[in-house]
């Protein structure tokens, strides 16, 4: 799936609404890069605590993300962020960054820094990118824009059944009432709600949805 101009398939959601599993399917089923820019996030809360930094202070989040080692990196289909060469893969879902992530989210600073380095990833080819700004600010351009949802009982299950304790709604919350790019459905994006769906089935609705929108 190549032409001149990379092709971008944007996919917003909240948390446990089944975006990374069907950014993979759809990623691999079309050759696409698959970035999860909530990993991102994950990386600098993760730095951030193991640093001894309070994620509440604002100041220092940023202080913090204006000159941290990392850098992006491509492994296969996937872009993710190294810090000092190392990629926190298991780390970043601990429940101590979970809780720690959305604060460091809510920085206009570290917003501004994601989204030059998200934005730069088309630079690999096309993508799926999913988080929770992407319809909205990182790429708004794109023709191909998804918001994934299910209830919130089901999101919830999801999420206990990875093992993972923790809060979802105060998550959500956070992620939505934001000053700087909160969680919203924009105007042309598709909402999903897959509850009792399967990742097999909400994925062929998006190709199918993406490739109507490419002829169209
Ligand atoms: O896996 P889950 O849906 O629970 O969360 P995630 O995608 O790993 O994102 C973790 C957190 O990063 C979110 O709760 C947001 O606070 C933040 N995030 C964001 O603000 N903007 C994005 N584009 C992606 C994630």
Request: with cysteine.
């Amino acid at each position: 799936m190549s032409e001149s101009k990379p092709i971008v398939i944007a996919i917003d959601g909240p948390s446990a609404s089944g975006k990374s599993t069907n950014a993979r399917i759809i990623s691999a089923k079309l050759g696409c890069i698959y970035v999860d820019t909530g990993a991102m996030y994950r990386t600098l809360a993760w730095y951030a605590l193991s640093m001894g930094i309070d994620v509440t202070d604002m100041a220092a989040v940023e202080a913090l993300c204006r000159d941290w080692p990392s850098k992006l990196v491509r492994r296969e289909n996937n872009v993710w962020l190294e810090v000092d060469g190392y990629f926190p893969e298991k780390e970043i879902r601990s429940s101590e960054v979970s809780k720690a992530v959305s604060y460091v989210a809510q920085a206009p600073y570290v917003r501004e820094w994601m989204k030059e380095h998200q934005r730069s990833c088309v630079d690999f080819g096309d993508l799926v990118m999913e988080g929770r700004d992407i319809t909205s600010n990182i790429f708004p351009e794109t023709p191909h824009k998804f918001y994934l949802d299910a209830s919130a009982g089901e999101r919830q299950a999801r999420r206990d059944a990875d093992g993972i304790e923790e809060d979802l709604a105060a998550r959500d919350q956070r992620d939505s009432t934001r000053k700087a790019a909160p969680l919203v459905v924009v105007e042309g994006a598709t909402v999903i709600n897959n509850s009792g769906e399967s990742p097999e089935e909400t994925s062929a609705r998006i190709i199918a949805l993406v490739e109507a929108q490419r002829q169209a």
